[in-house]
């Protein structure tokens, strides 16, 4: 089966600044879902990339994924209190394998 | 905005006892699952549903699960005789499928079921 591995496991950053958080798949991704999850709360979609080089952003969050399609990269900018929360990255097939997430702390 | 729906919030049941947790998906999706997520771990793929019948299921699903859409709206997921460990928050999703295109379109998640055994 098809393992994610997400780093890092946690991040604390500071109002304003930037972060990067990665995925790295065992095997080739045919996509890869990156999704938020509020701690206790349902998970919503941020951006799925599917082929290899892709880069996709919306707001101020980046998605890319390398040519080989087995890493993925989440790059926030200014980062603001709003950002916090659980990223999850996901591996489509007929099922969805997730990563074991990012937490991620944004102090005022 | 279409979204995929969840009853109950919360569910409290005691160890051997049947629950059923219910979900209705956006309603011109074709595929749909169940996902798990013990407090503090990784969200965790039970089951796919498409066409009426399943199509993938990991190994945590056992004969102690089942899912049925028992109507055109609703996907249900029913735990025959709960034990302590299946104490987590279960999510339901689901996708529009496209022929030939299967991996070209998001899940939607809901919002979750918080089970908890006693």
């Known amino acids: 089966s098809q393992e994610l591995e997400q780093s890092p496991q946690s991040l604390i950053v500071q109002e304003g600044k930037n972060l990067t958080i990665n995925c790295t798949s065992s095997?080739?991704?045919?996509?890869l879902y990156w999704y938020k999850q509020k701690y206790g709360e349902g998970l919503i979609f941020l951006m799925m990339l599917q082929k290899g080089g892709e880069e996709k952003s919306h707001e101020k969050i980046t998605a890319k994924l390398d040519e080989k399609k087995q890493q993925s990269s989440l790059h926030i900018t200014a980062s603001q209190p709003s950002h916090a929360g659980i990223y999850l990255c996901g591996a489509d097939g007929n099922d969805m394998r997730f990563g074991a997430g990012t937490r991620l702390t944004v102090k005022p | 905005e279409p979204e995929v729906t969840q009853t109950p919030s919360h569910q409290v049941t005691q160890m051997g006892q049947e629950v059923i947790l219910r979900c209705v998906p956006i309603?011109?999706?074709?595929?749909f699952y169940w996902y798990r997520q013990i407090l503090g771990q990784k969200v965790e793929f039970l089951v796919s549903?498409?066409?009426?019948?399943?199509?993938?299921k990991s190994e945590i699903f056992d004969d102690q699960f089942s899912v049925e859409r028992p109507d055109g709206s609703n996907f249900t997921l029913k735990i025959r005789s709960t034990k302590l460990e299946d104490s987590a928050m279960y999510f339901c999703?689901?996708?529009?499928?496209?022929?030939?295109?299967?991996?070209?379109?998001?899940?939607?998640f809901g919002p979750g079921t918080r089970l908890t055994v006693l």
């Open positions: 095997k080739t991704l045919y996509g």
């Open positions: 309603s011109n999706h074709l595929y």
């Open positions: 549903f498409y066409n009426n019948e399943i199509s993938e």
């Open positions: 999703a689901s996708r529009l499928l496209l022929a030939g295109e299967v991996f070209y379109n998001e899940q939607f």
